[in-house]
């Protein structure tokens, strides 16, 4: 599953220093407004989680203690698979935090910055499995169809046959980073760009005018007061979402080389699939102790590296000068590179479905009969409308329900405030590949297993503590003036909160955004809780890629369909989400 | 294990719930059935049930059905009927208690030995529904002239179409989809299945016998001895480990960068959409050590009917009548196991013709691979598939067949202890 979650800027924020000091004491019936949000996280999170460790050390009911996990490591590869896993913690964060820094500086200030930024958070966007398919386009180890090995084989100079493999077991995980870095790179790039605007260009002129040179100008001015603080921030996003690669090594690995590929997310999947027992539970809790140290030592790397942010004051008025030239280019190339996947999969969604699979995309000339494949069966429709619902009403639950638990946990300051800001962060980061087996028993219970319900529920119960992290922390943000004036009229909390949602208008819409594009873009919650009657998009398309060539032209007009709405979303709203979310990071 | 209902999408669930919505507005809740099919199979499943007399509705779970069910059983929510793609399934849910003895309608036949795959304890408790034929080779007459009719012809023809596919001057002879796992063991299924007595087949299913035994090894230099010609794959091995099965059927019927393509009865499905041409492939049995023997490989479906479920029981047993299928019959596609059905009702040349040799054979082995417990059976990356992908890996990629034989038993008399059997 991914989160392409702007606001854990915001929520990493949150657990530094109380930085809210207001003493409003929460009204007793509000404590009432919490109740939705713990009975779902309680019931379908939190139980989950502990019944995942007690089927670790547990088989067939009986206690049998570290054998479960003894076994788990006995197992062959599976020092491979938390090595690799590490591996993409590490390295997939630092490219994409180099990256994004170099292409947010190389892009501020200019007349095509703008479009530059654009192109780069498109992918952002995207549905995991999308960007898997587009990159198992680009990567086809066929050189009549794979771009990236034709060219592969013009610059060795050698046969088709001797060609590197992207996609073979030498260098699989490679291919998947660079998909995975391709997606994320716009993300760290808009968190930079509000990072670097937030410093005032006079701290820059004041180290020159001390004499100091380009270096200390980039120390001093900017990487000492908040580069540190973000890099910290945009790396411990990254390193967390790594954990979610799952979707793109399904969609991306053909069988003979998906073990050389396999992260504990996939190896969790495919020795428990959607029971939780045994061996599989033992990987869970390793997974689940990674991710929880993970999530703390960020925390508290944060919050020793940011001492409570203070207002920067109004940006200088005074436009600073654009880039070198040279920096420009740069910015322009890296937004062409990371056009042609774009490109790539629009390409090949125009082509007739047995042009697809057959020959380059360059071949031939365009036409719109993949479309028309796909649009002329009943599925695409059906899973768009399915989706479509469950997307809106996932939001629309999820929205109400973080509004209601937002406003009391917004009263609470000092340990409590940071207590609660903890506990939901580790909510919010659980793998749900780890805690599926228990949570199929929760929904089971409530007569919901295998039904478009508990779909929901499940989505709704792993989207609220974001939301409500969120949520809270710009409630938290709003003037005291105004609170107290609404509560000094004497009015019912009801107003009060509908003050605070008006007043947060982009956290809300960035919230409602968020939710909204991970719904529909999820694949894993589908892939582990939708019963019959649910069609989700992610689904929809994971199951076209098993016979991923013969498929390629429907499969790729598929994505493009798929693709349209979250992108047009992300992108519309982006001003919001930075906004709602990063800004209030920085403030 | 068919391979449609894993590339088909499982999204096809839709009319499902339309049906099942019209059927409960009829008052009697409708009999729910859980299958693996999808796309077109699951259309002509359903045309089939329109036959049963009262309301069924049909759900897709898609390709992971085992994890499905068991969710749902964990939910207290089992479906009444589902037809599963594995008979180790039925055994494992069986064990479990799960399902519900069965009584087949009186015109249910099935080839020798493939009854009791769905049976424990002498207890009776699924019936096969659907059949596939895993020991066919295609290719073009207008390319290979000659059909290999014995093992050591396969061998020589590769190896003279290899040296000319290596001069470049001709198509490689094999295309094989090594991406997907299923498709080498249904190679080594049939290999074996000529090599070892068939007790010994059985044995090794059931998890009774001991993979490092000589029949296994003398099957794995077999394909070692194939697969590590020079020139026997287009675009060399490492390619071919990337080569989904839908491919190497495109390879064929499409490009014609290969000759033969090894695979079950299913392929024209993919041969329909992607040939080129007027001419159609054809077929010819996976050949055996003298021209007589013909390994002859089934896989298939089987309908359960889960405890607690009467109605389950009743419809399972009407599908095992030779009636039931008509529709299918008649639309094509379909291979019956059910040898009662005669011969005329099959509408598709290719299928009447299999089915005639499905009850001529003599000596049917059932898909071993399916037949094996716990993740041993293999999905991607995992089990037995995984561990065929090696040993092409191993015995394409210069090490000794002796080497790779070696450490192939070793792994699967690893992975059948890890699984609960075999020694």
């Not at chain 1, 003050?499 to 909204?516: K, Q």
């Not at chain 2, 091995?237 to 393509?261: C, D, K, N």
Request: proline share 7%; glycine share 10%.
């Amino acid at each position: 599953m991914t989160r392409p979650v702007l606001g854990e800027l915001a929520v990493l924020d949150d657990v530094g220093p109380p930085r809210r000091g207001r003493a409003y004491p929460a009204a007793g019936a509000t404590s009432a407004l919490l109740l939705p949000a713990l009975l779902l996280l309680g019931g379908l999170v939190a139980w989950p989680v502990l019944r995942t460790l007690h089927a670790s050390v547990v088989t067939d009911g009986r206690w049998v203690g570290a054998a479960n996990f003894r076994a788990a490591f006995a197992a062959p590869g599976t020092a491979a698979v938390v090595g690799r896993t590490v591996l993409w913690a590490l390295l997939v964060p630092a490219v994409v935090t180099v990256l994004g820094y170099l292409l947010a500086a190389a892009s501020r200030r200019s007349q095509e910055g703008g479009l530059v930024r654009l192109i780069l958070v498109v992918p952002t966007a995207l549905p995991l499995v999308v960007t898997g398919v587009t990159f198992r386009l680009l990567y086809d180890p066929d050189p009549q169809r794979g771009l990236a090995t034709l060219l592969l084989a013009r610059l060795t100079g050698r046969p088709a046959e001797q060609v590197p493999q992207l996609l073979g077991p030498g260098l699989v995980t490679v291919a998947l980073m660079s998909a995975f870095v391709w997606a994320w790179v716009g993300l760290a790039v808009l968190v930079f760009r509000a990072a670097l605007d937030a410093v005032p260009p006079s701290l820059g002129d004041a180290v020159r005018a001390y004499g100091g040179n380009r270096r200390d100008v980039l120390w001093d001015a900017q990487w000492r007061p908040l580069l540190l603080r973000t890099v910290a921030v945009v790396f411990a996003l990254v390193a967390l979402g790594t954990s979610r690669t799952f979707d793109l090594i399904l969609v991306m690995t053909p069988g003979s080389v998906r073990d050389e590929a396999s992260v504990l997310a996939l190896r969790v999947w495919q020795t428990s699939g959607g029971t939780t027992t045994g061996e599989g539970a033992a990987l869970g809790v390793i997974w689940l102790a990674a991710v929880a140290a993970g999530m703390l030592v960020a925390a508290l790397f944060v919050r020793q590296a940011w001492p409570p942010p203070r207002d920067p004051g109004p940006v200088d008025p005074e436009p600073a000068a654009p880039p070198r030239r040279s920096i420009r280019l740069l910015a322009a190339g890296a937004a062409l590179a990371w056009l042609v996947p774009l490109g790539v999969l629009l390409a090949t969604s125009l082509h007739r479905p047995v042009d697809a699979a057959a020959r380059a995309w360059w071949s031939t000339a365009p036409s719109l009969d993949s479309y028309r494949q796909l649009a002329s069966g009943p599925e695409l429709w059906r899973t768009l409308g399915f989706t479509l619902v469950l997307a809106t009403l996932v939001t629309a639950a999820v929205l109400g329900i973080a509004l209601l638990a937002a406003y009391p946990l917004a009263w609470l300051t000092g340990p409590p405030a940071q207590a609660t800001g903890l506990l939901l962060m580790a909510a919010s980061v659980v793998p749900v590949q780890v805690i599926a087996g228990p949570v199929n028993e929760v929904l089971g219970a409530v007569l919901s297993s295998g039904t478009t319900r508990g779909l929901a529920l499940v989505h709704v119960a792993l989207g609220i503590p974001f939301a409500v992290l969120v949520l809270r922390n710009a409630f938290a943000d709003l003037p005291a003036e105004q609170v107290r004036a609404v509560r000094l009229g004497g009015r019912h909390w009801w107003s009060t909160l509908r003050l605070l949602a008006r007043h947060n208008r982009p956290a809300v819409i960035a919230v409602a955004v968020l939710e909204f594009v991970q719904v529909w873009n999820d694949l894993v919650v589908g892939l582990l809780f939708s019963g019959p009657g649910a069609a989700p998009l992610g689904l929809f398309l994971a199951g076209q890629t098993r016979g991923f060539v013969a498929n390629s032209g429907v499969l790729a007009a598929g994505s493009v369909v798929a693709s349209i709405l979250p992108v047009l979303l992300v992108v519309l709203a982006r001003r919001q989400l930075v906004a709602g979310l990063v800004a209030g990071g920085v403030r | 294990m068919t391979l449609r209902r894993r590339t088909l999408l499982r999204a096809a669930a839709a009319a499902g719930t339309a049906s099942a919505a019209a059927a409960c507005s009829r008052g009697e809740p409708a009999v729910q059935v859980a299958v693996v099919w999808s796309g077109t199979e699951l259309a002509r499943f359903r045309q089939v049930v329109a036959g049963y007399g009262a309301p069924v509705r049909v759900v897709s779970a898609g390709n992971d059905i085992d994890a499905f069910l068991r969710a749902r059983h964990l939910a207290g929510t089992s479906p009444d009927v589902a037809i599963l793609p594995r008979s180790g399934l039925v055994v494992e849910y069986a064990r479990r208690g799960w399902l519900r003895e069965l009584a087949p309608a009186a015109s249910y036949a099935v080839p020798p030995g493939m009854a009791d795959l769905l049976a424990t304890d002498g207890r009776r408790y699924g019936v096969w529904v659907k059949a596939a034929h895993k020991s066919l080779f295609w290719y073009f007459r207008s390319m290979l002239s000659e059909p290999p009719a014995t093992w050591d012809q396969l061998v020589a023809i590769t190896r003279r179409l290899g040296a000319r596919a290596r001069a470049g001057i001709a198509p490689a002879p094999l295309a094989i989809g090594a991406a997907d796992g299923w498709v080498l063991t249904d190679w080594f299924e049939n290999v074996l299945a000529d090599i070892a007595a068939p007790d010994f087949y059985e044995a090794l299913a059931r998890g009774e016998a001991d993979w490092r035994s000589r029949s296994v090894r003398i099957a794995l230099e077999r394909l070692a001895e194939l697969w590590s010609i020079d020139g026997a794959f287009p675009g060399g091995p490492r390619r071919a480990l990337l080569t989904q099965y839908e491919e190497s059927v495109i390879q064929v019927v499409h490009h014609r960068r290969a000759t033969m393509v090894f695979e079950a009865d299913f392929v024209d499905d993919v041969s329909a959409r992607f040939q080129r041409g007027t001419e159609q492939p054809v077929t010819f049995r996976f050949p055996g050590s003298r021209a007589a023997d013909r390994p002859l490989i089934l896989g298939g479906d089987a309908a359960v009917a889960f405890a607690g479920s009467p109605r389950g029981a009743e419809l399972v047993r009407w599908l095992s009548g030779g009636e039931a299928f008509q529709p299918w019959l008649r639309a094509g596609g379909y291979l019956s196991p059910n040898v009662t059905v005669p011969l005329e009702s099959y509408h598709d040349p290719m299928r009447r013709a299999l089915a005639a040799e499905l009850r001529d054979a003599e000596s049917v082995r059932f898909d071993l691979s399916d037949r094996l417990p716990g993740p041993f059976t293999g999905s991607d990356g995992v089990g037995i598939w995984r561990i065929m992908q090696d040993f092409f890996a191993d015995v394409t990629g210069g090490v000794s067949a002796a080497e790779a034989v070696r450490r192939a038993t070793g792994q699967l008399a690893a992975a059948a202890r890890a699984a609960g059997g075999g020694r």
